[in-house]
């Protein structure tokens, strides 16, 4: 069982907006800013997507963002794209021994 | 343009070891804290260990209880990971990743390791 809790699919049509919710605790997600989201198309290098919850790196389009309320942070993807069918990861440092946890991932279906 | 490439999975029976290595390109190696992340088939991604650019620090995931050992050797824009004791519960996709501030900013395509007999 993994650290952080995302739900295992979610789906949209092309155009529309999806959100993925990543549920950690008040030692992770809620209490630090250093969540950060990664884009993986199966067998291929995972992707930066998102960092210190809300950031974009370059070149990510700004059809994505972040936020985070409390334990939970969110991943939007707006415009849906065929390309953007992939499994989604949310990560955020947790301090101490545990240091990194990550989600246990969500497929998003461009139907 | 930033590569990261790993080597060294394959089949390894329970109990056995095996070294995990990662070639940096495109970076300037030793300015970057490095990582490895690894997925279990069928799972989310784990965060495994990670070292600091001179490698004067090292982290490891407390459940592997010393059966691995992260370590880098500059000179050779390389990232290691030595695994030993292996069990059946390691076998996993895993990842050499570079880390920016807080998090994992460039990621190889990983290397397989099969724990079997």
Aim: some cysteine.
């Amino acid at each position: 069982q993994s650290a952080l809790t995302q739900p295992p699919s979610a789906s949209g049509s092309p155009g529309q907006s999806v959100t993925i919710s990543c549920t950690g605790t008040s030692s992770d997600v809620g209490a630090y800013n250093y969540v950060s989201w990664y884009q993986h198309h199966p067998g291929k290098a995972p992707k930066f997507m998102i960092y210190e919850v809300s950031k974009r790196p370059s070149g990510v389009p700004d059809r994505f963002s972040g936020s985070k309320s409390g334990n939970t942070a969110s991943l939007t993807v707006s415009g849906l794209q065929a390309e953007d069918e992939a499994d989604y990861y949310c990560s955020s440092f947790a301090g101490g021994h545990i240091q990194w946890v990550f989600g246990g991932g969500t497929k998003l279906t461009v139907l | 343009e930033v590569q990261l490439v790993e080597s060294g999975g394959g089949l390894v029976q329970p109990g056995g070891s095996l070294r995990l290595s990662c070639e940096a390109s495109g970076i300037t190696f030793s300015n970057y804290w490095m990582a490895w992340v690894r997925q279990a088939p069928g799972k989310g991604l784990e965060w495994v260990a990670n070292i600091k650019s001179d490698g004067s620090a090292k982290n490891h995931m407390d459940s592997l209880k010393g059966r691995f050992s992260i370590s880098r050797d500059n000179a050779k824009n390389s990232l290691y990971l030595q695994m030993s004791n292996l069990r059946a519960e390691d076998t996993a996709v895993y990842y050499c990743v570079r880390h920016g501030y807080y998090n994992f900013d460039y990621w190889g395509q990983g290397t397989l390791v099969t724990v079997s007999s």
